[in-house]
């Protein structure tokens, strides 16, 4: 048995070492979104089990990314490299060499502005061939359809050349990258196709407008919503990548509803999304990294907060939520809701617990707001001067207490502190206090009177009045080490918080609960998040690993809010010790999501492809 199985592993690996295998991606050497997570991230595992020569990714070149992720090849010897120079005595713009990521895999790029010149041709024999019609002046479909040219005469020179005699694998994923698959088709090239689509944007428009999605898919008509929408390029793009592939799939089963109507065509499988877990490893760490942390969001709160009045931070548990700005989509109404519900249930209960609830988002903004920037200036200037006077107190007790004769007597520290010092403390003190309540958005938003966050918890009375037991902070943009008021990077923000809150009611996957759970961070998300539909089905016990799924298929928003709320009630109540503890379970449970767990969806999809 043991020698059948040796033969069985010697098999596949020799099928990996012939085959060659294509990722292409509008997200390779060019961060846009959650795609560009998902491949990065896959990289060091599929060359461990590919190979750095067998294994290949395609993008585009956009010359300001490239600068920070792409080191030009020196070595153009091997057939890619060759194809390369082939394709730039034809006068095609591109680019070969490696991805500056964990495992430095090759990577071919393509300039879409190269071919623009060509841009009618190229838009002619697409709706000829294929009926997808791109209209002009759309700036990224001419950019996806210039690209997805310049990537098929790339596939079409290596057959040429023989390249494709060995078994050869083309994965496109998403609309952006789709456009080649049915020209490989339709040229009966020797190359199997994989298509994925990580959501269709039909589906996002349509959920962002309809509260019955889900319910109302089997009676959707695409063509008439696409036009709607005014998507209806994108629609067809998507719809003949996903009939042209030899394998179709998704990322879950909530998305695979959606390509059934939408697409016309029901994925073959499933490919859940991961990480390189190991980037994200702390281990022992884990839980002096999070006190760290949030030393430095207690700084904050207190420059915030505590100019107005002061709460107890041993106390202070942080929550958050975060990404992009679908008020409906991402779960933003019920996480207010449930908010404005645990703040009632905290004072009826009479807790002594505070909550800080961070909203992390991308709207439009002229500034910080000048009276947040003031806070935390004014606060770092009392620090200053504590500081002084710790230096002159430490400086002075140290030389009384070595030099006084006779028995050990306590010195009075006041009279260790100049005048001067007290003064100037006193005086930044009294500027820093303010009778006014701490303000709920940090920024000077663009559509304040029209922000539905900014609404919700005008209507609701959550303004961080001093009696509310859970506080707000709505922060229009996203975190990073430059931003004055954190002066830290995302991941770590993440970190020093005790929760994530994720409720979406549309999301395909969803990153940020895995994130989450990957640094060690209890969360809470839905069961029409692809992630949390794969935790409800594949992880029994979820909830002891802190992993809260809360169930939206019926469409009640009231006793979906009242679900959440509850949860977030009983995490309240949890001891300190509790939640350590819920730490290193998190962490534990975040290796079933690392890539090499969940890369053998991807074997299969590849096994798929070749018998097909």
């Known amino acids: 048995m043991k020698a059948v199985l040796k033969n069985l592993k010697s098999e596949k690996r020799d099928v990996e070492n012939k085959t060659k295998l294509f990722e292409v991606a509008w997200e390779v050497c060019n961060q846009v979104g959650g795609i560009y997570t998902v491949i990065r991230s896959k990289v060091p595992s599929v060359i461990e089990k590919w190979g750095v020569d067998n294994y290949f990714l395609v993008g585009p070149y956009f010359e300001d990314q490239a600068a920070a992720h792409f080191?030009?090849?020196?070595?153009?010897?091997?057939?890619?490299?060759?194809?390369?120079?082939?394709?730039?005595?034809?006068?095609?713009?591109?680019?070969?060499?490696?991805?500056?990521?964990?495992?430095?895999?090759?990577?071919?790029?393509?300039?879409?502005?190269?071919?623009?010149?060509?841009?009618?041709?190229?838009?002619?024999?697409?709706?000829?061939?294929?009926?997808?019609?791109?209209?002009?002046?759309?700036?990224?479909?001419?950019?996806?359809?210039?690209?997805?040219?310049?990537?098929?005469?790339?596939?079409?020179?290596?057959?040429?050349?023989?390249?494709?005699?060995?078994?050869?694998?083309?994965?496109?994923?998403?609309?952006?990258?789709?456009?080649?698959?049915?020209?490989?088709?339709?040229?009966?090239?020797?190359?199997?196709?994989?298509?994925?689509?990580?959501a269709t944007l039909l589906g996002r428009y349509l959920a962002m407008n309809d509260t019955g999605f889900y319910q109302n898919l089997p009676f959707y008509n695409w063509e008439e919503e696409a036009n709607k929408f005014n998507v209806r390029p994108i629609a067809e793009i998507e719809r003949a990548s996903a009939h042209g592939a030899h394998v179709f799939t998704t990322v879950s089963d909530v998305t695979a509803q959606e390509c059934t109507y939408l697409l016309g065509r029901t994925p073959d499988m499933l490919l859940p999304n991961g990480l390189n877990i190991e980037r994200f490893e702390a281990l022992h760490q884990i839980q002096n990294?999070?006190?760290?942390?949030?030393?430095?969001?207690?700084?904050?709160?207190?420059?915030?907060?505590?100019?107005?009045?002061?709460?107890?931070?041993?106390?202070?548990?942080?929550?958050?939520?975060?990404?992009?700005?679908?008020?409906?989509?991402?779960?933003?109404?019920?996480?207010?809701?449930?908010?404005?519900?645990?703040?009632?249930?905290?004072?009826?209960?009479?807790?002594?617990?505070?909550?800080?609830?961070?909203?992390?988002?991308?709207?439009?903004?002229?500034?910080?707001?000048?009276?947040?920037?003031?806070?935390?200036?004014?606060?770092?200037?009392?620090?200053?001067?504590?500081?002084?006077?710790?230096?002159?107190?430490?400086?002075?007790?140290?030389?009384?207490?070595?030099?006084?004769?006779?028995?050990?007597?306590?010195?009075?520290l006041r009279e260790m502190v100049d005048d001067y010092l007290r003064l100037k403390l006193r005086r930044n003190v009294q500027s820093w206090k303010t009778k006014n309540l701490p303000k709920v958005v940090t920024h000077t938003l663009v559509d304040d009177a029209k922000d539905e966050i900014l609404n919700f918890l005008r209507s609701s009375n959550m303004v961080n009045n001093r009696h509310d037991r859970v506080k707000i902070v709505y922060h229009p943009d996203f975190i990073s080490t430059t931003n004055p008021l954190f002066k830290m990077d995302y991941t770590q923000f993440v970190r020093g918080c005790h929760l994530g809150i994720f409720p979406s009611m549309y999301e395909p996957w969803g990153y940020t609960p895995l994130e989450c759970l990957a640094s060690g961070l209890p969360s809470v998300t839905s069961n029409l998040a692809g992630f949390g539909d794969y935790v409800v089905k594949n992880i029994p016990d979820h909830e002891d690993r802190g992993m809260y799924i809360i169930d939206r298929t019926d469409g009640n928003f009231h006793r979906a809010a009242e679900e959440l709320a509850n949860i977030l009630f009983n995490f309240v109540q949890k001891t300190r010790r509790d939640r350590i503890s819920l730490r290193y379970k998190c962490e534990e449970s975040s290796l079933h999501f690392d890539w090499s767990n969940l890369g053998k969806y991807y074997d299969k999809a590849y096994e798929t492809a070749l018998e097909r």
């Open 289 to 412: 990294q999070h006190v760290q942390v949030k030393d430095k969001i207690h700084e904050f709160v207190m420059g915030h907060f505590f100019q107005s009045y002061p709460f107890d931070l041993d106390k202070t548990l942080y929550f958050f939520t975060s990404g992009r700005y679908e008020y409906q989509n991402k779960g933003y109404d019920l996480t207010l809701e449930a908010l404005a519900r645990l703040n009632w249930k905290m004072q009826q209960a009479g807790s002594d617990m505070t909550v800080v609830s961070f909203f992390i988002t991308k709207r439009p903004f002229y500034s910080f707001n000048p009276e947040v920037l003031q806070s935390k200036a004014q606060i770092e200037d009392v620090r200053g001067v504590v500081d002084e006077i710790t230096e002159q107190v430490g400086k002075r007790l140290y030389t009384e207490i070595t030099s006084k004769e006779g028995a050990y007597e306590f010195p009075n």
């Open 71 to 198: 080191d030009p090849a020196t070595d153009y010897s091997t057939p890619i490299g060759k194809a390369v120079l082939e394709m730039q005595a034809r006068g095609f713009d591109v680019h070969y060499g490696q991805w500056i990521v964990s495992g430095r895999p090759n990577v071919v790029l393509f300039n879409p502005y190269s071919v623009y010149d060509k841009l009618s041709e190229i838009k002619h024999y697409l709706y000829q061939d294929y009926n997808i019609s791109i209209p002009d002046g759309d700036d990224l479909l001419d950019k996806v359809a210039a690209f997805g040219f310049q990537v098929k005469e790339f596939f079409h020179y290596l057959c040429a050349n023989d390249f494709c005699d060995n078994n050869t694998i083309a994965h496109f994923h998403e609309w952006m990258a789709g456009i080649p698959i049915p020209g490989i088709r339709k040229s009966n090239l020797k190359i199997k196709t994989v298509f994925t689509t990580h």
